[in-house]
């Protein structure tokens, strides 16, 4: 995974890379591994725990860089 969107679901963002895990915790989801949170888009997990989305598409974009420039 090169990069990901606010419209994409946490389940798929997970599935794709786990170290990403630290990111969604640190924002206060702690529920990664119910079928709810999974299916929900990185925008919609936002709103809910009053989290910027594009600063955490951001975060986590700057990661996955960060990454594959190794």
């Known amino acids: 995974m090169t990069s990901i969107t606010k419209d ?3 389940g798929d963002i997970l599935d794709a ?10 924002m206060g ?4 591994g ?3 949170s999974r299916g929900e888009s990185v925008e919609e997990a936002c709103a809910v ?16 860089a960060s990454k594959s420039s190794k």
């Open 8 to 10: 994409m679901t946490i």
């Open 17 to 26: 890379d786990r170290e990403t895990i630290p990111f969604f915790l640190e």
């Open 29 to 32: 989801m702690h529920c990664l």
């Open 34 to 36: 119910c079928p709810a």
């Open 49 to 64: 725990h009053g989290v910027d989305a594009d600063e955490l598409v951001k975060k986590i974009n700057d990661f996955l």
